[in-house]
Each structure stands twice: as C-alpha cells, then as structure tokens.
C-alpha cells in the first residue's frame, strides 16, 4: 500500500514530468499517453491521480502563480526605495524560475490556447494582478524623480516580463550560470544599461 507521502511524491513527480512534455512539445500536441509512458506507467495508472491533462497543467500553473504571487508581495514589501524594489522584483522572478521554469515556458507559450478553456480565467486574473504589483513601483519610481518620466510604466513592465520569460528557452539549471547570477546581470541591463556613462 502506498503510502500518504509516497503518493504525493508519485503526483509531484508526474506533475514534473507533464510540465516538461508540455513546455517542450505543447499542450494541445502532448498526450495523456506520452506523459504516462515518460513516467513508465499505463495511461489508465495516470488517471487514478488526475482526471486529466487539463487538470494536470492547472495544478502546474496554479502552484507556480500563488508562488510567483507571494514572491512579488514579498519584494514589495520588504520595502526600501524603488530602484530596490523593481530590483527585488526581478530577483523574485528568477528565483521562482529556479523551480518553475518548465510552467513559466507553457504560461509563455500556451496562454493564448489556454485562454479557451473557462478553468484557465485565472490566468489573466493573475497577469493583471502582476502588472498592478509591477506598476505601482515603476510609477513611484517616476514619481519620485528615480525612473525616467517618459517611459511608459506599463509597457516597462511588459519588456521586462518578457525578457525574463524568455529565459525558459536557455536557462540550464545545472548551466554555468546560476538563476541568482542571471538576475543580477538582467538587474545591471534594466536599471543600468548597456552604455557606461560619459563614455560617448
């Protein structure tokens, strides 16, 4: 008999799996029998943890969003100015990325299809809810005279979000570089830029 803890070992681990097949091969092209055969099971043994792929990606997601969600409350408020807080918020990006990248990729690649689906109207629930956190600090920071007045707030927030997104498509883990040294550089790039002042 299996036991509590084994079982959701078993589910996080099938989780894992179906969240790599989805962000690599697409949602609507992954099988519940591809995904049972990655995970050396029959199709039929899958269902008795999930009713099905659908709900196997919403528990992907969900998990990533509530983490993602508390990680930019928490670089909030943490508090400081607000160059620290834009950089506590890439920060918290790439630090949940550590864990989720595979359901920050399908969120990427998947949340025009998904948007189809009336369990998924959370996604875009969430995505304005992040876009608020990432605006209220982009227009205090012009407010107070520390970000530049003719950037538009929210189009600052998307370039950035996207930028970070598509990191999904060339981080490695176990690479060179580690999530936290990334977070860094793309720091220096968004809030210094390229060019070394005075140097033109």
């Given at each position: 008999m299996?036991?509590p803890?084994?079982?959701?070992?078993?589910?996080?681990?099938?989780?894992?799996?179906?969240?790599?097949l989805f962000?690599?091969?697409?949602?609507?092209?992954?099988?519940?029998?591809?995904?049972?055969?990655?995970?050396?099971?029959?199709s039929?043994?899958?269902?008795?943890h999930f009713?099905?792929?659908e709900a196997?990606?919403?528990?992907?997601?969900?998990?990533?969003?509530?983490e993602?969600?508390?990680?930019?409350?928490?670089?909030v408020?943490?508090g400081?100015?607000?160059r620290?807080k834009?950089?506590?918020?890439?920060?918290?990006?790439?630090?949940?990325?550590r864990?989720?990248?595979?359901a920050?990729a399908?969120?990427?690649?998947?949340?025009?299809?998904l948007?189809?689906f009336?369990?998924?109207?959370?996604?875009?629930?969430a995505?304005?809810e992040?876009?608020?956190?990432?605006?209220?600090?982009?227009?205090?920071?012009?407010?107070?005279?520390?970000?530049?007045?003719?950037?538009?707030?929210?189009?600052?927030?998307?370039?950035i979000?996207?930028?970070?997104?598509?990191?999904?498509?060339?981080?490695?883990?176990?690479?060179?570089?580690?999530?936290q040294?990334?977070?860094?550089?793309y720091?220096?790039?968004?809030c210094?830029?390229?060019?070394?002042?005075?140097?033109?």
């Open positions: 299996t036991s803890e084994g079982g959701s070992g078993r589910r996080a681990q099938l989780l894992s799996i179906a969240a790599e962000a690599r091969r697409g949602f609507a092209a992954t099988t519940v029998r591809e995904i049972a055969e990655s995970a050396g099971i029959l039929g043994s899958l269902y008795h009713e099905s792929k196997m990606v919403d528990e992907v997601l969900r998990a990533y969003l509530d993602q969600l508390a990680a930019f409350r928490g670089a408020e943490a400081g100015d607000p620290s834009l950089e506590g918020l890439i920060r918290a990006s790439f630090t949940v990325l864990k989720h990248r595979w920050m399908i969120l990427h690649n998947e949340t025009g299809y948007a189809g009336e369990r998924f109207a959370y996604l875009e629930q995505s304005r992040f876009e608020r956190i990432w605006v209220r600090v982009l227009r205090e920071g012009r407010s107070r005279g520390v970000f530049r007045t003719e950037l538009n707030p929210r189009l600052t927030h998307r370039f979000r996207d930028s970070i997104a598509s990191t999904v498509r060339w981080y490695n883990p176990r690479g060179r570089m580690s999530a040294t990334i977070a860094e550089q720091i220096r790039i968004f210094d830029g390229v060019v070394i002042p005075g140097s033109t």
